[in-house]
């Protein structure tokens, strides 16, 4: 249980006057990344993660579009995103301050059969993306506090846990994979060769050969299945990639051209409209 003036001090506390970001890797949980942040003026590009996307706003509010659906969150309400889903950020109002995780799909799997006891099959998911549960939330910041804080491994570990376990209690279900459609192949087939090819300067008409579909009807298609353009897709293929050498050490500059952009800039602009930092402050975590 938390006192009301816990609760009060967590929402009430003014956002900054500058933009913030601190992200760090936790070992405790597998490497997990961590974000506390406030974003004044700051927006995210439309992007997606191969881990979950898990955090609550402390102050200030936050318009997201998850998956095509636009909707404005401020404190009491949760981010559930799953892996591979769609959204983007931007201010509401003033700004916001929030703090995030990003747990990968073994250390959630890991979590949930430690609770079950049984092995868990596929990839666990949310239900709904922006619930209202400010008990939770306020449950999660204060965990996401104790690891910023660098607390008794016991202190954090065992917050941490029951915040990832509550979650799944109340908000989770399992994934369901739609039937395939002409349509859905074709697309799919589309974003596996640009997943597969990412390093190359792809051209739209070579993309449309490879999806059998025309142009037009490509970028359509490609939008409704993963509300995303394909170039839009391809950038995030390269980031994730990008994101994967930084965590290994390379320079910035190495990464740039080696994940096919034009230069460092164009990389740093495009890294931190998804990350929320630059790559400089990735790779020193």
Partial sequence: MHSVSQEH??????????????????ERFGGMECLSATFLTHEYAPHAHDTYSIGAIEHGAQISTIKGSRESTGPGSLYLI???EVHDGAPAGSGYRYRMIYPDA???????????GR?????????????VDPEMARTFQIAHRRLEANVGLLEA???????????????????????????????WHARD???ENYESDIGLEELARIAGLSRAHLIRAFRKEFHITPHAFLTDVRIRQARR?????APPATVALECGF???????????????????QYRAA
Wanted: hydrophobic share 45%; charged share 20%; glycine share 8%.
């Fill in 193 to 195: 060769y640009l997943a």
């Fill in 245 to 249: 050498l930084l965590r290994a050490g």
């Fill in 262 to 280: 034009a230069d460092q800039a164009h990389f740093t602009r495009h890294f931190k409209a998804r990350i929320g930092v630059t790559p400089g």
């Fill in 157 to 187: 570990d065992e917050g941490m846990f029951a915040v990832l376990v509550g979650l799944f209690r109340r908000h989770g279900e399992a994934i369901i994979i739609p039937p395939e459609t002409r349509e859905r192949s074709a697309v």
């Fill in 82 to 84: 799953n892996p591979g």
């Fill in 9 to 26: 001090a967590l929402n009430a506390t003014p956002i900054a006057e500058a933009e913030s970001t601190r992200f760090w890797r936790d």
């Fill in 119 to 131: 092995a868990v099959n596929g990839t666990p998911a949310f239900r709904t993306h922006l619930p």
């Fill in 106 to 116: 073994a250390l959630m799997r890991s979590v949930l059969e430690d609770v079950t």
